[in-house]
C-alpha cells in the first residue's frame, strides 16, 4: 500500500507539471540572486501554483495526443481526470486568494497574463506550431525568459541601471529554455509529426538536432562566459559566472548522450535543469 502511494506521487510530481514549476520558481530565484533582491515565499508560491495550473491544464487537454509516446504520463493523467476539474478550480481560487493578500500591481498583472496566455496555448496557439516552425519552443522560452523580472515586478523595483544586467540574463535564459523545449520535444516526435507540428524534430529529424543542440549548448555556455569575461571589470565576478557555466556545458554533453540514447531519464533530468541553476550559483553568491 505504502509503496503504491509513493510511486503515485513520485509519477505526480515528476509527469504532472510540478517539476516545472519547480523550474519557474528555481528561475525567480536565480534572477533575486544575480539582482540582489529577496523575494519571499509568498511570491514563490504563487508562482508555483500559476505555472501549475498551465501544466496540469495542458497535460489534461492533450492526454489523447499523448497516448503513443508518454503512456505512464497519460496513464497517470486518466486516473485522476475526474478530479481535475475541481483540482484547477481549488488551485485558481488559491492563486487569487494569495494574490489579493501578498501581491503587488505589477506582479499581479504579471500572474495573470501568464496563467492566461499559458492556458491559451493548449486551446488556441497550439495549431500555430502546424504553421510556424518552432513555435512551441518560442512561446514557452519566452514565458521562462519573463520569469527574470518577477523580483523587480513583485518588489516594485525600477529597472533604472540595471537594463543590460536583465537584458543579458532574459537572452540567456531564453536560449537556455529554447534548447531544453526542442531536446524534450523528441520524446514526442511521432505524435508531433503525425499531428503535423513543426518542431525542430519534425523539420530536421534527430541527427541534425542534436547538431543544433550543441552549438546551443556552446553559444550558452562558452561563448557567453567569454562575453562575460570581457565585459566585467571585476575579476572575481568573472569566476562568479563561468564555472557554473563551465558545470552547464558538462552537464548538457553528459545528458544529451543519455537522450541520444533513448534514456527516457535524459529528458527527465533536462526538464529539471533551471533547478540546478540557483544550486550552483549559491556558493559563489555567498562569497
Not at 198 to 218: C, E, P, Q
Request: hydrophobic share 55%; aromatic share 18%; glycine share 4%.
Amino acid at each position: 500500500m505504502l509503496k503504491r502511494f509513493f510511486k503515485f506521487l513520485f509519477i505526480e510530481i515528476v509527469y504532472n507539471g510540478h517539476l516545472q514549476s519547480i523550474c519557474a520558481v528555481a528561475l525567480v530565484i536565480f534572477s533575486s540572486m544575480i539582482l540582489s533582491i529577496k523575494i519571499d515565499i509568498w511570491a514563490l508560491l504563487i508562482l508555483y501554483l500559476s505555472f501549475y495550473i498551465i501544466y496540469l491544464y495542458n497535460r489534461f487537454g492533450e492526454r489523447k495526443q499523448d497516448g503513443a509516446t508518454n503512456k505512464t504520463r497519460t496513464n497517470h493523467i486518466q486516473k485522476i481526470s475526474p478530479f481535475v476539474p475541481y483540482i484547477l478550480a481549488v488551485v485558481s481560487l488559491a492563486v487569487v486568494i494569495l494574490l489579493f493578500l501578498f501581491g503587488k500591481l505589477y506582479f499581479n498583472i504579471q500572474v495573470v497574463v501568464t496563467i492566461v496566455f499559458g492556458v491559451l496555448y493548449t486551446t488556441v496557439f497550439k495549431d500555430l506550431t502546424k504553421k510556424i516552425p518552432l513555435f512551441k519552443n518560442y512561446y514557452v522560452a519566452l514565458f521562462f525568459a519573463s520569469l527574470i523580472i518577477v523580483p523587480l515586478s513583485y518588489t516594485m523595483t525600477p529597472f533604472t541601471g540595471i537594463e543590460a544586467t536583465i537584458l543579458v540574463m532574459a537572452v540567456f535564459v531564453f536560449l537556455r529554455g529554447m534548447r531544453m523545449q526542442i531536446f524534450l520535444d523528441l520524446k514526442d516526435l511521432p505524435s508531433d509529426r503525425k499531428q503535423g507540428l513543426k518542431t525542430a524534430g519534425a523539420i530536421w529529424g534527430r541527427r541534425k538536432v542534436y547538431k543544433v543542440l550543441l552549438f546551443l549548448s556552446v553559444l550558452t555556455t562558452w561563448i557567453f562566459a567569454i562575453f562575460l569575461f570581457f565585459t566585467k571589470n571585476d575579476s572575481a565576478q568573472n569566476l562568479f559566472f563561468i564555472f557554473p557555466l563551465a558545470f552547464l556545458f558538462a552537464f548538457d554533453r553528459v545528458n544529451q548522450k543519455k537522450i541520444e540514447q533513448e534514456n527516457f531519464y535524459g529528458y527527465l533530468i533536462e526538464s529539471g535543469e533551471f533547478i540546478l541553476w540557483p544550486i550552483l550559483l549559491y556558493p559563489f553568491y555567498v562569497i
